[in-house]
């Protein structure tokens, strides 16, 4: 907040409360130069511009929010926030309002799931390769948890030109850490691989060492088969 001339205060870092399944809820610290960069980075890869419009489905309080207010803001994108709503009002705003862009986790999203597949079923669904669900939907981002393989499937059938991105890494880290665009679902996978890290991150494999002298030691990338 400003007055023209000089600020009249100035936050460094930002409180976020992520709840997590399986754990105790954590709050996290974490500046803003490092959710700024994040910010900037998806709008860039993905070309988040003034043009998308954003279905709000996540607490304030919640880390993905940091993206969804400040990235879209800083895009120019439309943002339709959405409290406490069923599926189905859920699907309608997402068709009405010709959302481009959804950003959660995947069992919000998987709430949807009956009747995305209702809309596949349908003479309505668009068919060329030049639309997409609803018209509109081009972009998922999905982390936060396990993403079933059959949403997956579900989006690729319904968005075959969109984009669908699986996310993750600790809050602490800002938000998303790693990455992993899924263009298709392999036979062969129990699930939807982890990704790889985003620009400016770095991930090492641990195991216990061979060496009495040390704890643990980082696997050698051609190592991972053996794991």
Request: overall charge negative; charged content about 20%; hydrophobic content about 40%.
């Amino acid at each position: 907040i400003s007055n023209g001339k000089t600020p009249s205060f100035c936050l460094d870092h930002g409180l976020f409360h992520k709840e997590r399944p399986f754990f105790l809820p954590k709050d996290s610290c974490f500046g803003y130069l490092p959710a700024h960069m994040l910010n900037d980075l998806r709008n860039t890869t993905y070309n988040v511009t003034w043009q998308d419009s954003l279905l709000f489905v996540t607490s304030i309080g919640f880390d993905l929010s940091c993206y969804d207010i400040f990235g879209s803001l800083a895009a120019g994108s439309t943002i339709h926030l959405a409290p406490n709503l069923s599926p189905e009002q859920l699907f309608q705003l997402l068709v009405k309002k010709q959302i481009t862009f959804w950003d959660s986790a995947p069992q919000v999203l998987q709430q949807l799931e009956p009747q995305i597949q209702s809309l596949l079923k349908t003479e309505t669904c668009p068919k060329d390769g030049n639309q997409s669900l609803s018209l509109s939907l081009r972009l998922v981002f999905l982390s936060g948890d396990w993403i079933p393989l059959s949403l997956v499937q579900t989006l690729r059938r319904a968005m075959p030109n969109g984009e669908v991105v699986a996310l993750g890494g600790a809050t602490e880290v800002t938000v998303w850490s790693n990455s992993f665009e899924v263009e298709e679902v392999d036979q062969m996978w129990r699930s939807i691989p982890y990704g790889r890290p985003i620009w400016n991150h770095q991930y090492y494999c641990l195991r216990r060492a061979d060496q009495e002298d040390l704890d643990i030691e980082i696997v050698e990338t051609k190592q991972f088969e053996q794991l």
